[in-house]
T-cell receptor
Framework: DTGVSQNPRHKITKRGQNVTFRCDPI?????LYWYRQTLGQGPEFLTY????????KSRLLSDRFSAERPKGSFSTLEIQRTEQGDSAMYLC????????????FGPGTRLLVL | GESVGLHLPTLSVQEGDNSIINCAYS??????FIWYKQESGKGPQFIID?????DKRQGQRVTVLLNKTVKHLSLQIAATQPGDSAVYFC??????????????FGTGTSLTVIP
């Protein structure tokens, strides 16, 4: 399977704990995105990488959230001191080339904070 | 059947009928649009895209229509099948002064195909 993969697929944690999610983009895609999706809503943009550089961050991304893409391939999204409001589906997408082009999504990581 | 997109988030159609899903986008500067299909528990799946220099684009059983005058996008699905049951999102994108490639998604329309 050469699509975008995400791990874990599901995560249940207690409030106050830290969690980390991983995204492996389509091979050779240099752009990687993180989105958050709550029930009944469309995905909301969180942050965007071009290679290893984090070029854009949404105001939704509070100080408790951090994302990295150290080698320009896979990316991690960490949430510190989780809150119940962080419960959502966290989606990763990747794209390649120049300009604005199709983003291909992974299956998502569903987070439940108790 | 026809949906008014964000204001009527559910649509039920008989198998074999054509479906029309509508979307009103927000930014007149948006010049690239994608329709995504999302099945329960899965990530959004690309269906078809269209750029603002076009008003119609066809794929396999799907057609996207773009009306920039009224900022309206529609997705037509021909001969709807049970496997088409999903939530459909339109996403818009526009050039910005930064290097962002951010897409903005609508709330989505839930399509149910009745066998």
């Amino acid at each position: 399977d050469t699509g975008v993969s995400q791990n874990p697929r599901h995560k249940i944690t207690k409030r106050g704990q830290n969690v980390t999610f991983r995204c492996d983009p389509i091979s050779e895609h240099n752009r990687l995105y993180w989105y958050r999706q709550t029930l009944g809503q469309g995905p909301e943009f969180l942050t965007y990488f071009q290679n290893e550089a984090q070029l854009e961050k949404s105001r939704l991304l509070s100080d408790r959230f951090s994302a990295e893409r150290p080698k320009g391939s896979f990316s991690t999204l960490e949430i510190q001191r989780t809150e119940q409001g962080d419960s959502a589906m966290y989606l990763c997408a990747s794209s390649s080339g120049q300009g604005r082009e199709t983003q291909y999504f992974g299956p998502g990581t569903r987070l439940l904070v108790l | 059947g026809e949906s008014v997109g964000l204001h009527l988030p559910t649509l039920s159609v008989q198998e074999g009928d054509n479906s029309i899903i509508n979307c009103a986008y927000s930014n007149s500067a948006s010049d690239y649009f994608i329709w995504y299909k999302q099945e329960s528990g899965k990530g959004p799946q690309f269906i078809i895209d269209i750029r603002s220099n076009m008003d119609k684009r066809q794929g396999q059983r799907v057609t996207v229509l773009l009306n920039k005058t009224v900022k309206h996008l529609s997705l037509q699905i021909a001969a709807t099948q049970p496997g088409d049951s999903a939530v459909y999102f339109c996403a818009e994108n526009y050039a910005r002064s930064t290097t962002g490639n951010q897409f903005y998604f609508g709330t989505g329309t839930s399509l149910t195909v009745i066998p």
